[in-house]
């Protein structure tokens, strides 16, 4: 199994408190990425990481933020939680050329409720 | 439009009988990958198979196999002689390389299999 853990795995917060996430990996990755997965939607992205401080937004970048200071982990920032962002968050890793750039891993996912 | 379209949201099936779950995408992109997860019950996004765009071999991992038709942008699963654990819910995602390869992965909302023993 690819070596991704995500912390907390479960967190109760209330709307505006800021929430921060953490993905850990330890397969030297390049790419790491942020989802959401909400009932009817599937997965949608949130932001990616192509490298140490390079990240860019995706298809439901607002009101979250990121950071990936070092190669093996990827934050996700909620500033100000709101009710609209309980869900479930996964983390995910790739590669960057052959089998590891062909398989996007995911991690144990973290279950967030904005009371 | 949607990008992924998983048009079963639900299937039954018999114990030890093949299964296709269907998925047809929509790109402009020559460049593309297609990936198949299942999430059982626990929760976990558990990687199955990957086809790329310019592979000539519909892919194959053990009793999962993708029937890739590029005309008909179509890239379902086939699940061979299934079995009480293949009960899950079963994602199609696509991949476009328009972002130089690290753009994250495009979700179909996922066909919930019930294998009926």
């Known amino acids: 199994d690819a070596g991704i853990t995500q912390s907390p795995r479960h967190k109760v917060t209330e709307t505006g408190t800021p929430v921060t996430l953490r993905c850990h990996q330890t397969?030297?990755?390049?790419?790491m990425y942020w989802y959401r997965q909400d009932p009817g939607h599937g997965l949608r992205l949130i932001h990616y990481s192509y490298g140490v401080k390079d990240t860019d937004k995706g298809e439901v970048s607002d009101g979250y933020s990121v950071s990936r200071s070092k190669t093996e982990d990827f934050l996700l920032t909620l500033e100000s939680a709101t009710s609209s962002q309980t869900s479930v968050y996964f983390c995910a890793i790739s590669g960057d050329r052959g089998s590891s750039y062909n398989e996007q891993f995911f991690g144990p996912g973290t279950r967030l409720t904005v009371l | 439009a949607q990008k992924i379209t998983q048009t079963q949201p639900g299937m039954f099936v018999q114990e030890k009988e093949a299964v296709t779950l269907d998925c047809t995408y929509d790109?402009?992109?020559?460049?593309?990958?297609l990936f198949w997860y299942k999430q059982p019950s626990s929760g976990e996004m558990i990687f199955l198979i990957y086809?790329?765009?310019?592979?000539?071999q519909n892919a194959t991992e053990g009793r999962y196999s993708l029937n890739f038709q590029k005309a008909r942008k179509s890239a379902n699963l086939v699940i061979s002689a299934s079995q009480l654990g293949d009960s899950a819910m079963y994602f199609c995602?696509?991949?476009?390389?328009?972002?130089?390869?690290?753009?994250?992965?495009?979700f179909g909302k996922g066909t919930h299999l019930i294998i009926q023993p």
């Open positions: 397969e030297n990755h390049r790419y």
């Open positions: 995602a696509m991949r476009e390389a328009t972002g130089g390869g690290a753009d994250g992965l495009t």
């Open positions: 790109t402009s992109d020559p460049s593309y990958g």
């Open positions: 086809q790329g765009s310019y592979d000539q």
